[in-house]
Structure formats: structure tokens, C-alpha cells
């Protein structure tokens, strides 16, 4: 697909139910702020900002005893029920989408919709870009928080309020990329998971050219690709505005590079920008960084 002159929606989700940390319901905004339709449309993109998506606030949120250890759990899938929907429309109709997060539990609802779009037409591939693994499940999760489940989720070993969509997520169609901060029992249960894992140490023997080349390798077969990117997979000193902060992240050109690559393979069709926190941030240096990375994944070129 062209990376010039595409149709591409925006959808924002102010998801702030999955995490415990406050401000992250903000990130949209902050990001829109940042000039992210108008840096689109420079490149030659048709940009349609759909607007966000209702999420409850936090405090309106009546604890369900229902959810167990996955707090909000069927607040936050009713929302990625919606966007589930909301994903699958505009990809119909505008052929890409990007989800502005808002915590990484708005990944059930875009990444399901991916992944039940794609099922007629071919095989999904998704790129997770993150420190963390979001791997763990309501039985080995320390803190409860969704945000942290996301994966196994979509994979269907969530409870079922946490199960969107029609199609479940294979191991072989997700490659993990920046990975350095993962709790005990979700470091097991990753390590048998079949996943291709690509941490900050494999970048630093292989370089961020190398581990690109093996995650798309690894996703050979796959017709669309879906990337979830979570700005946290930055070092916090170029983006510093994220709830989870790990040093010895990507730098600055390192992901420009990944999505320059990105570009360059054509695949892509959907995008998550999660975990942007305004209140932790310094003049929006985050939201701003995450507009020209998508940029980048969009045809921005230095020459």
C-alpha cells in the first residue's frame, strides 16, 4: 500500500481504567496538540479525525466483584467492545486507522478488530513495541491492572470480559520488540509462550537493523501488520511523559528507524499510540515525539 496520499482515521480513546496512574486519559489530546493531522496531511495524507471514544471516568466507576484481580476489567471491555466495532468500520472505510491511547488496554479493541478484519483477507501480524510484556493474567499479575494483560488476552487466556472479538491471537503472529521490564511469573509464562521476543539486550547485540530485519522475518507471511507502539519503549530521557518509565529504552533514532523500516516494508495498517501522560511530561516533548514517529511510519524521509 502507497505511503503517500492514503486515507487514514484517527480515533481517540481517554483510557485511564486499565492503570492507576492518572493522566494517561489525556494523551489524545496531547498528541492532537502536538500537530499529528496536520503533520499527516503535509505528507499528502487524507486524514479524518473521528473524534474519542466515551470512556467512563475513573472515580464513576463502581468496583465489580466480578472483575476478581483485573480491576475495571468489564468497563474496560465494554469500551474496547465499542472500539472494536469502531476500528473495523474504519478500516473498511478509510483502509488505515490510528488509536490514540489513553493506557495500552485500548489494544484489545484495536488489535481484535485487526485481527477479525484481516481474517477474510489474509494473516495479521503484530508489532509490539514496549518495555513491558503485558503478558501476565488475573491469576499472576502483582498489581491487578489490565494494562498488563493485554496480550494474553487477545490470545484468549483472559476472563471473558476481557475477550473481544471473533479471532484469538497466535504466538507465531506477534513479535515483541524493546522488551527490559517483566515481572517473575509473566517471565515464565513468556519463555514458554513460543513468541519471538526481541529485548534491549538482543538490540544491543544486533543492533536496531538486525532486530528489525528478524521481526519482519518472523512475520514473512503476514498480509497487514498492526503496530502497537507504547511510548515507554523510548528511553524516558527523550520521552519522559509516560506512567511506567524504564531506562535503557529506544533512542531517539533508533525508532525513527524503526518506523522509517516499517514504511519502507508497505505493510502496515493500523497503529496504537498509547501510555502518553501530559502530567508527566516536559512541554509535551512526548506527544510531540509521538507525532514524528508516526510520521515516520507514514513516509516522512530525511531526504
Not at 8 to 26: A, E, K, S, T, Y
Not at 215 to 232: G, I, P
Request: aromatic share 2%; net charge negative; proline share 4%.
Amino acid at each position: 500500500m502507497s505511503q503517500s496520499g492514503s486515507k487514514i482515521g484517527v480515533l481517540g480513546v481517554p483510557m485511564d481504567l486499565g492503570q492507576q496512574r492518572r493522566g494517561v486519559d489525556m494523551g489524545p489530546s496531547a498528541v492532537r496538540y502536538a500537530g499529528l493531522t496536520r503533520t499527516l496531511q503535509t505528507l499528502g495524507h487524507d486524514v479524518h479525525d473521528l473524534g474519542n471514544l466515551h470512556v467512563p471516568v475513573a472515580e464513576t466507576v463502581a468496583h465489580d466483584p466480578a472483575d476478581g484481580n483485573a480491576h475495571n476489567a468489564r468497563a474496560i471491555g465494554s469500551v474496547c467492545r465499542d472500539l472494536h466495532q469502531t476500528i473495523r468500520d474504519g478500516l473498511s472505510q478509510h483502509g488505515r486507522m490510528i488509536t490514540l491511547g489513553g493506557d495500552h488496554s485500548v489494544a484489545l479493541g484495536s488489535i481484535s478488530a485487526a485481527l477479525d478484519f484481516s481474517a477474510g483477507q489474509g494473516n495479521l501480524g503484530v508489532l509490539w513495541v514496549d518495555a513491558h510484556g503485558d503478558f501476565n493474567t488475573p491469576e499472576t499479575t502483582p498489581s491487578g491492572n489490565v494494562h498488563g494483560m493485554v496480550v494474553t488476552a487477545l490470545m484468549g487466556r483472559c476472563p471473558p470480559s476481557l475477550t473481544i472479538g471473533d479471532t484469538r491471537l497466535r504466538a507465531d503472529q506477534i513479535v515483541y520488540l524493546g522488551v527490559r521490564d517483566l515481572d517473575e511469573l509473566e517471565r515464565a509464562a513468556l519463555r514458554e509462550s513460543g513468541i519471538c521476543i526481541l529485548t534491549m539486550s538482543d538490540l544491543d547485540k544486533h543492533g536496531i537493523s538486525g532486530c528489525i530485519h528478524m521481526a519482519l522475518e518472523h512475520l514473512h507471511d503476514a498480509t497487514q501488520l498492526h503496530v502497537s507502539f507504547d511510548l515507554d519503549s523510548l528511553d524516558p530521557s527523550i520521552a519522559p511523559g509516560v506512567g511506567t518509565a524504564v531506562p535503557g529504552g529506544l533512542s531517539y533514532r533508533e525508532a525513527h528507524f524503526l518506523m522509517e523500516s516499517l514504511a519502507e516494508d508497505g505493510r502496515v495498517r493500523s497503529l496504537d499510540i498509547v501510555e502518553v501522560n501530559p502530567i508527566l511530561d516536559v512541554v509535551n516533548t512526548t506527544g510531540k515525539i509521538a507525532v514524528e514517529l508516526t510520521a515516520s511510519l507514514f513516509g516522512k524521509r530525511i531526504l
